[in-house]
């Protein structure tokens, strides 16, 4: 049997074969930035292949169908790419004449139950990086050391009684107390919320929102978060629902820690992973 096409048909097929797969380039930037450390050069490639609003959808769809985040809230991760990198991804979807619609396509707010809510899976990246070793690409000290305050700590900011001076640890262990670190750090959060509601306050936040206070817990404490009796407190106004005041007090909290220099630059990044996703917006 022959098949016969004529020769607008067969241009149309050569097209397709031509176009860019939304799949492959989706794959390939979640794979730029889902191992440890960002590969820069990866993304660029795969976003210069967006070359229209077509394959843009298209690879939006797959990115919040398989992980949750669209292509724009990848790239306004705060501890994803540096300002230089943003400029250059920024120039390449300049170059496509896809700039203004990526500006502008950042997805909604979408308020949630937080007893709901886990750890997300940028929190556990944010977390290594934050608290793994200094200049380590987000890697773990396997070796226990000690921090202002006496406090022996291990793997990715581990403390408690199991801790002891010398000890040391694997990359498996390091990971392994981290996400339990991490689901303590949310209980707390939870917990917050669960005491609000048997209130009859039944505030909503955002996963992002969620994992931000899930990070000032897991650095400060439960106790910290919680707050005390001012209603200036951070969570006093997430209690009431007044997202930008929160977001503001986030970079004042407990960032004046002697010994911990660099927590005044942490509580900028947590700032805005709360407001993510325009969760500081009305």
């Known amino acids: 049997m022959k098949l016969i096409i004529n ?11 031509k176009s860019p ?5 989706a794959d390939t930037i979640w794979s730029s930035v889902s191992g440890v450390g960002t590969d820069e050069e990866k993304m660029y490639s795969a976003l ?22 669209n292509l724009q809230q990848i790239i306004g991760e705060p501890y994803e790419f540096t300002d230089e990198e943003k400029k250059t991804i ?13 500006l502008n396509g950042k ?29 380590s690409n987000c890697q773990p000290m396997l070796k226990s050391y000690r921090v202002p305050g006496d406090v022996w700590t291990v793997g990715f900011g581990h ?27 949310s209980d707390c959060v939870k917990r ?21 206070l899930t990070s000032l817990a897991f650095n400060a404490g439960c106790g910290s978060l919680r707050g005390g009796s001012s209603k200036n407190d951070l969570i006093d106004y997430v ?23 660099g927590l005044k630059i942490r509580r900028e990044k947590e700032k805005n992973l709360f407001c993510k996703d325009g969760g500081c917006t009305a």
């Open 7 to 17: 020769e607008s048909q067969c241009k149309i097929l050569i097209e397709q074969l």
């Open 48 to 69: 210069k292949l967006i070359n229209n609003q077509n394959i843009l959808n298209s690879v939006n769809r797959i990115l919040v169908k398989n992980h949750n985040q």
């Open 159 to 185: 403390t408690g009684e199991n801790v002891k001076p010398n000890m040391t640890i694997n990359q498996s262990k390091a990971e392994q107390l981290l996400q339990k670190d991490a689901q303590t750090a």
């Open 107 to 135: 997805k909604q707010k979408t308020l949630l139950d937080p007893l709901s809510l886990q750890p997300s899976d940028n929190l556990i990246k944010f977390l290594k990086c934050e608290e793994g070793k200094p200049g």
């Open 90 to 102: 920024y120039n390449i979807f300049k170059t496509n004449g896809l700039l203004e619609l990526v």
């Open 192 to 212: 917050i919320f669960s005491d609000w509601k048997q209130n009859n306050i039944n505030r909503t936040i955002t996963q992002s929102m969620f994992d931000a």
């Open 239 to 261: 209690k009431a629902g007044k997202f930008a005041d929160a977001s503001k007090r986030i970079l004042t909290f407990k960032a004046d820690k002697p010994g911990f220099s």
């Open 21 to 25: 797969n939304p799949q492959e380039i």
